[in-house]
């Protein structure tokens, strides 16, 4: 008779468990805002849009501009650049997609779905190796484009081609693209 | 180790009261009288040497608190005040800034020590990893500690060590990214992440001061290991730390405070970057990034394997690795000056340490990037392949009878000396399996 009433679990044991058990989640639940707070804020959240006129850029120039904090490489690409980058066969790529967030995600990376139809000339990227976050080189005049004609990351050797698509080099990703639109011929809107 | 017995006796009524109350005197009488093995080497001061580092660090770290801005739009300016402006400020951040590397410098050279002489080994396995954790939160620390200067180098830095963690990226998708931001704080380095670095900077040194009681504890409870790798089996194995060790440490921290010193004086920005005078600036990227030279080894694995989540993988478990360099290390005789083909392993692993930490200052192109793989490739085999066959193979020297015997030369030299064990026992088998 003992032992069975032994083997039953007591008042005394459910308490054990029961507290321990709200402790145990307690602690948890109260480290959680502990962990949050070193996520982006409110302010860092509000997303801003910005305008960019394009009028004043020529075939072959580039610009940079700051979206959210992030460099915003704008170029106006060359009639050459562009075949270049029309050319390039899809089985040659790095990276297969075309990290356009307006399109599917596995939207293949080809130079249609790198920039807006009608819009060719024009290729919009966010300037933040996808390696280890660097800036690439590219944007200016006598810098190096690497082997690809396009971005050079200097960090650690990434080239990406005319159309921002990583073609050799450690990086993993092409250059991502931001969302972005024409508002005119010569304005686009980027958020 | 022989049992270390407390010969402290009170003297005084203050020191008896206090002994049955709180006994810290008998403690520190105790840390003073401990038995250490009378064949210490040089390479033995170095861990009283990273003492002294430390605490360099952090009086000199404090006293900088108090005049640095962790505010991207004043922290450069108030680096600069401290330099010009201050009263003493340029000695005391050259003091720090130099001492990070001379912090690393000691570290180096206590790992390879640990290493040659197999300090590692049973029983002092936790006494080795405790001193890896010291070194994974020394790089931690002095990583954020960079990053205040807000220069460019700091910023850059910053901006691909924690996109190391973006890597995970490819394992689940958003992960690596969800982790970066929330290093970040934001979308990108900002002001927001130099203060959250800012505030573990000033955190993680009391981490190591903790830990390093922990490592200090360790090896008072298993004895010292010495250059013979021998047990210590008798008294006149040992002499006490104090007044032998603490002079012949003393000896050596003035070497190295020399040394120490010619930098702080003489070329306090030899060993930084020039580029981390120019304020950070998010839109540019310094042509060549280079971390501090005392990283330069793992950034060279690093970039050593062209993709990116491997390459993040391989630059962690090369310092990762050590902790289990216990157990793939099949010798049972701890001391390499007894391992004759051993001797020679090591000391390639140590060129091709000193090879990565030279490739990793280069450019990731052409032969540099042939070397840095071949580096890279033998670094991993001396510890998953190296280390547990040559153990199996190699023939041990023969040893000494005991570590009197290795200092004095003959056992009744042995016998004779301090009245000590008579004739010395055979010792442990894990320490020499060969005897003579």
């Known amino acids: 008779m003992a032992a069975a009433v032994e083997d039953e679990p007591t008042r005394r044991d459910f308490l054990v468990v029961a507290s321990g058990a709200f402790v145990a989640v307690g602690g948890a639940a109260a480290m959680w805002p502990l962990i949050d707070q070193m996520n982006p804020d409110a302010s860092s959240q509000a997303l801003a849009a910005i305008e960019v006129d394009l009028a004043p850029i020529a075939p072959g120039q580039a610009i940079t501009v700051l979206w959210r904090g992030k460099p915003v490489f704008i170029r106006r690409r060359t009639p050459a650049e562009i075949k270049q980058a029309r050319q390039t066969p899809l089985e040659d790529l790095r990276d297969p997609y075309a990290r356009n967030p307006e399109l599917p995600p596995d939207a293949p990376a080809t130079d249609a779905n790198r920039t807006k139809k009608g819009h060719e000339e024009w290729l919009v990227l966010i300037g933040i190796c996808t390696h280890l976050g660097c800036i690439p080189k590219g944007q200016n005049i006598g810098d190096k484009k690497g082997d690809y004609n396009g971005w050079f990351c200097p960090c650690h050797g990434s080239h990406y081609d005319t159309a921002g698509r990583i073609r050799k080099g450690p990086a993993p990703r092409n250059l991502d693209l931001p969302p972005y639109n024409f508002t005119s011929e010569t304005m686009i809107k980027i958020g | ?436």
């Open chain 2, 1 to 436: 180790m022989v049992h270390h017995e407390s010969s402290y006796q009170p003297g005084t009524a203050i020191e008896r009261w206090l002994d049955q109350r709180l006994p810290i005197i008998r403690m520190a009488a105790d840390f003073a009288a401990f038995p250490t093995p009378r064949n210490l080497n040089y390479w033995w001061t170095f861990g009283g040497i990273l003492t002294f580092c430390l605490a360099v660090q952090i009086i000199t770290g404090i006293v900088l608190a108090m005049h640095y801005q962790p505010n991207d739009a004043l922290a450069f300016d108030s680096v600069e005040r401290i330099m010009r402006d201050v009263n003493w400020g340029w000695l005391i951040r050259y003091t720090h800034a130099v001492g990070a590397s001379m912090f690393f410098l000691a570290a180096y050279i206590h790992i390879f020590r640990g290493l040659y002489y197999g300090s590692y080994k049973a029983p002092r396995e936790l006494v080795w990893i405790l001193g890896v954790m010291l070194f994974l939160v020394m790089i931690m620390t002095a990583f954020m500690g960079y990053s205040l200067p807000w220069g460019q180098m700091s910023y850059w830095a910053v901006t691909v060590i924690t996109n190391l963690f973006s890597s995970l990226d490819s394992i689940i998708d958003g992960l690596g990214t969800a982790i970066v931001q929330w290093i970040w704080g934001g979308y990108s380095v900002t002001g927001v992440t130099l203060t959250r670095l800012y505030s573990l900077h000033y955190l993680l040194p009391f981490v190591i001061a903790a830990i390093v009681v922990l490592h200090i504890w360790a090896f008072h409870i298993t004895g010292n290991n010495n250059p013979t790798g021998l047990d210590v089996r008798q008294e006149s194995d040992t002499v006490p730390f104090h007044p032998y060790y603490t002079i012949k440490d003393g000896f050596a921290l003035a070497l190295f405070t020399l040394l120490f010193a010619w930098f702080v004086f003489y070329a306090p920005n030899y060993l930084g970057h020039p580029d981390n005078y120019i304020r950070a600036n998010p839109l540019q990227t310094p042509p060549h990034i280079v971390p501090e030279w005392y990283f330069l080894p793992f950034y060279a694995i690093l970039r050593a394997i062209p993709n990116k989540l491997f390459g993040v993988i391989a630059m962690f478990a090369s310092i990762l690795v050590l902790f289990i360099v216990p157990w793939l290390d099949t010798s049972r005789v701890r001391s390499t000056k007894y391992r004759p083909i051993y001797k020679w392993f090591f000391w390639l692993f140590v060129a091709t340490c000193l090879g990565l930490g030279y490739l990793g200052s280069k450019p990731p192109e052409g032969a540099y990037l042939v070397w840095a793989r071949i580096c890279t490739f033998w670094y991993f085999f001396h510890f998953f392949v190296v280390l547990p066959v040559v153990g199996l193979i190699e023939k041990p020297k023969p040893m000494p009878a005991s570590i009197t015997e290795s200092v004095l030369g003959s056992s009744e030299g042995a016998a004779g000396e301090r009245g000590g064990g008579g004739t010395p026992e055979p010792g442990g088998a894990t320490a020499c399996p060969e005897k003579r």
